[in-house]
Every structure is written in structure tokens, then in C-alpha cells.
């Protein structure tokens, strides 16, 4: 049995999320003990009981422990699929982005063509929007799939409901490190259906669109602009910048009571021009949910700054495969010569 610190350097949910991944992919049980050590509030929460709950739902898998607050548990995997069509409910506003970042790569390396019904939070603090993962996860992979926001999701109630059919994958080596002209930005302004009379979404857009225009030249924008019924008030803005040879980098930010439309534009602007500026092929956030695939896919990958989040996936990944991954300034690989379990 494999034994993984959840306390380790960044010490959140991630090192759970990745080694439950691990685990069902190359079939080893694990034991994860010292759970989200560095949060404020440690051991499992909500959204990362729903996640351990999936996987048992999905691929028929076992667990001790994986109960609120606990720290340590047991993981048996399983490969055998129960069902087809599965829906992971939480009670919270969980994020929708974080439990697809745990199962997506079981899904997805196992070749499992399944619904998945997810619900909680579209986009919140701290972690992926779901728009991530169709704009930028999806088309680096080769993830076929079919997608629908029924409904979007923000804190406290969450309410957000996404399906996604997945339909076929293809593999190959990831290479993100040239990147060519940049050709478009995607902007895409979601708000609740109450922050409609203040054109808060459009605001968002336009703002951005400004600070963008006023540095980047020539550069086409493609604006998304919806109001949705949800159960809680928000906003978010999402940044996709399109590079010709099949770069795109990603930036985003959430509205809050406390932030104005301004604030919100200026804060995903920044962090987009930030990307560009560093010359990357990666954005950071895309760099540390890159990390698991490119241990079984191969290749190298350029970032615009490798996180601790980055550096712990790349421990919790090479406990289960030995010392696989090459690290030099933003530049990380695994090269040709690393052998592939799955091959």
C-alpha cells in the first residue's frame, strides 16, 4: 500500500484528489494520512467526501475512514464500472471544477465513455471554473464530449448543475512550448439573473475588453455575455487567449458584494496580460492540472511559474512512479525514456 502525507509543502485537497486518481488508474491502494494538514479547517470536507463518494460510485472502489473532519483513510480502487450515468451531489456549493479534476483522469485514461452529472458551484474561490475544463483541459487532451451548463452556481447555496457525455478521447504527447500570434480573446461574462438590471456582465466585458485593448494590439474579442438563474447571487469573468499553433492561456475572477465590475475586469485582465507577458505556453493554474497526464503522456510543458501546487502534484505523481519528472527554470518534462505504466 502506498502511503501519501496529505500534509506535504502545499498541503490541500489536491494531494487527494491526485492520489485517488493514481490509485483506481494504476489499481494500488492508498493510504492518505494528515489530510489538508495546512488549511484552516483540515481532514475531508464536504465537496471532498462527494469526490471519494464518486469514485466509489463510478468504478465500484472501497474506503475507511472517509468520513467529515476525518484525516486519514484507506483507498481500495476498482476498475469495474457500475453505471453509465452518474450523478455526484453535494450539499454545499462545492466546486463542480475540483471534483471534475479528480475524476476526469480515471475517466479518461481508462477510455470510459460515461455521463457525468455534476452539481455545486460553477465557479468559486480558490478553484476552477468549469469553463476551464471545455476551453482549455478538453482540447489539450483530445477529450470529446458533449456538454451542458443547466444551471450555474455560486456561494453559499451552490445549485449549479453540469452534465457532460463523455465520447471519445485520443492520447498524445503534450507539447506546450512554442507558442505563435496571438489571434483571439474569449471573454466570457456570466452573472445571476438579479445583477441584470445593473448590466453586470456587460460592464465586466467592456471593462476588460478596455484594459486588454489598451496593451494588445490588432487582437480580435469574441464576447459571451448571459445571465443566469441561480440560487445565490454572483458574477465571473472568464479570459481565453488564443495563440495560432493551439496555445491558450487562461485567466479568471469572481464577483463578490465587496468588488465592483471594474475590480473584477482589472483583476482577470491583469492575470491574463501577466501570462502573455511571461511568454508562456502554460498558464500556472493549467501547469499543476497538466501534471498527472503529462506522467503518462510524455513531453514538456512551459509555465509561467511553477506553484507549489505544481511541485506537490509532481511528488504525489512520482510516489506512485518513481522520479519521472525534469524540472529546469519554467520548463517541465517527462522524457522519452520514462517507462509508462499503461503502455
Known amino acids: 500500500m502506498i502511503r501519501i502525507d496529505g500534509g506535504y509543502l502545499e498541503g490541500g485537497g489536491q494531494i487527494l484528489r ?7 488508474i494504476l489499481n494500488k491502494e492508498v493510504n492518505i494520512f494528515n489530510i489538508r494538514k495546512n488549511r484552516s479547517n483540515p481532514g475531508l470536507r464536504e465537496q471532498h467526501l462527494r469526490v471519494i463518494e464518486a469514485f466509489k460510485d463510478i ?3 472501497s474506503c475507511k475512514g472517509d468520513y467529515l473532519g476525518s484525516d486519514n483513510i484507506y483507498f481500495y480502487p476498482s476498475k469495474e464500472i457500475k453505471k453509465n450515468y452518474i450523478k455526484i451531489t453535494p450539499r454545499t456549493s462545492a466546486s463542480i471544477g475540483l471534483i471534475l479534476q479528480a475524476v476526469l483522469p480515471t475517466i479518461y485514461f481508462l477510455d470510459k465513455k460515461i455521463t457525468l452529472e455534476i452539481s455545486g458551484g460553477t465557479a468559486g474561490k480558490w478553484s476552477i471554473p468549469f469553463d476551464f475544463y471545455p476551453y482549455i483541459i478538453f482540447p489539450i487532451l483530445g477529450v470529446d464530449a458533449d456538454y451542458k451548463v443547466e444551471r450555474r452556481g455560486y456561494y453559499p447555496k451552490g445549485g449549479g448543475v453540469v452534465i457532460i457525455e463523455f465520447k471519445n478521447f485520443s ?5 506546450l512550448t512554442e507558442r505563435g500570434k496571438l489571434e483571439k480573446i474569449k471573454i466570457l461574462s456570466f452573472a445571476s439573473e438579479d445583477l441584470k438590471i445593473k448590466k453586470v456582465a456587460e460592464r465586466q466585458a467592456e471593462f476588460a475588453k478596455n ?13 459571451d455575455i448571459s445571465y443566469f438563474k441561480t440560487l445565490s447571487t454572483g458574477s465571473e469573468l472568464n ?6 499553433g493551439g496555445i491558450r492561456l487562461w485567466a479568471d475572477a469572481l464577483g463578490e458584494k465587496s468588488k465592483s465590475s471594474e475590480e473584477v475586469a482589472k483583476e482577470a485582465s491583469l492575470k491574463l496580460l501577466k501570462e502573455i507577458d511571461s511568454n508562456s505556453c502554460c498558464d500556472l493554474h493549467l501547469a499543476d492540472n497538466l501534471i498527472l497526464y503529462l506522467a503518462f503522456l510524455k513531453g514538456k510543458i512551459k509555465t509561467s511559474q511553477i506553484t507549489n501546487h505544481t511541485l506537490t502534484n509532481i511528488w504525489v505523481c512520482e510516489n506512485f512512479l518513481g522520479k519521472i519528472f525534469k524540472i529546469k527554470d519554467n520548463l517541465i518534462e517527462v522524457d522519452a525514456f520514462s517507462s509508462n505504466p499503461l503502455s
Open 211 to 223: 484594459i486588454l485593448e489598451e496593451r494588445l494590439k490588432e487582437v480580435y474579442f469574441d464576447i
Open 59 to 61: 468504478f465500484n472502489s
Open 239 to 244: 479570459l481565453c487567449a488564443y495563440f495560432s
Open 18 to 24: 491526485t492520489s485517488l486518481a493514481l490509485s483506481t
Open 171 to 175: 492520447y498524445k504527447k503534450i507539447e
